[in-house]
């Protein structure tokens, strides 16, 4: 299946993994933005990352990756939610080109986990390390949860997808399954080329990678580009400002027009309603675009 997140077991050498593919999610979400060269390659391999690590989520929420700090690179963002809805964003500093995207070794990497059942949210920042994104999430799952961990992230065209390997424990906190499982995984996955990762079906490429590490493959889940922008967070974002800035730009401009930034959605608010955003008590949006 394609736009797809598998999670996958490899019962011998004791480890488990994920493998996301993204087509049509990726090549709607290109259309919303300039995407050309390093930062397309970056912003794809970024949205692969996201859904991979939802893999190990249990609860209703979303999860984000965020580069912070990265030079001409001014934004790098990718969101996958728990219902696998998948968006992103990158941003240059102008006049930058896009061959400019690059991962710089002041910056910072965050990963983000918002449960939207209990409104928690956790996130871990740690410096990047290594010289690609890859490289970076696989020093952060060892700094934060010390993991062995093994990631591949490739954007070609109108494909990107990844793939994820982790060592599990044995049961009861005994050490691992297979002393020799891990380094015999690590090799068997140099074997993999990109244009593999991005174009070969998960069950045909986990058969020619681990045949013989007894490979459990389990359903997968469908992805989809999905914005999670509404009216309503709209218009709680501009009563977040007051009345008095909303007033001076309804003045400036006669109504206040606001673009999502991740799907290019329009919302356009006029002087009534505005003025029943700060009502004592505002009714609920309406549904217009």
């Known amino acids: 299946m394609k736009d797809a997140l598998s999670r996958f077991q490899l019962d011998r050498a004791g480890v488990r993994g994920a493998h996301v593919r993204l087509d049509a999610a990726w090549q709607e979400l290109r259309s919303h933005g300039d995407y050309a060269g390093a930062l397309g390659e970056l912003l794809g391999q970024a949205l692969a ?15 984000s990756v965020q580069l912070q700090d990265s030079g001409a690179l001014k934004l790098l963002f990718a969101e996958c939610s728990h219902d696998g809805r998948v968006r992103g964003i990158a941003r240059m500093t102008a006049p930058a080109s896009a ?15 918002e449960n939207q059942t209990t409104q928690a949210r956790y996130q ?36 990107c997808a990844g793939l994820l390997l982790q060592q599990v424990a044995a049961a009861g906190g005994g050490g691992v399954r297979d002393a020799d499982g891990w380094n015999r995984v690590n090799h068997l996955l140099a074997t993999l080329g990109s244009d593999e990762l991005a174009r070969v079906p998960v069950a ?63 919302y356009v608010f006029d002087s009534d309603e505005v003025a029943m955003l700060f009502a004592s008590e505002p009714p609920a949006a309406t549904t217009r675009h």
């Open 99 to 113: 061959h400019e995207a690059r991962v710089e070794p002041q910056a910072r990497l965050a990963i983000t986990i």
């Open 204 to 266: 045909t490429l986990l058969l020619r990678l681990f045949h013989e590490e007894d490979v459990r493959l389990q359903e997968p889940q469908p992805l989809a580009f999905g914005c999670s922008c509404s009216r309503q967070r709209v218009a709680d974002m501009l009563h977040s400002l007051g009345e008095a800035e909303c007033a001076a730009a309804l003045a400036e401009q006669g109504s206040l027009q606001v673009d999502c930034e991740f799907c290019n959605r329009r």
């Open 124 to 159: 871990g920042i740690v410096p990047v390390e290594g010289g690609d994104l890859a490289q970076a999430f696989e020093h952060y799952f060892v700094r934060s949860e010390q993991l062995p961990t093994r990631i591949m992230l490739v954007q070609q065209g109108d494909h």
């Open 49 to 63: 990352a996201s859904a991979l690590f939802t893999s190990s989520i249990k609860f209703d929420g979303r999860l």
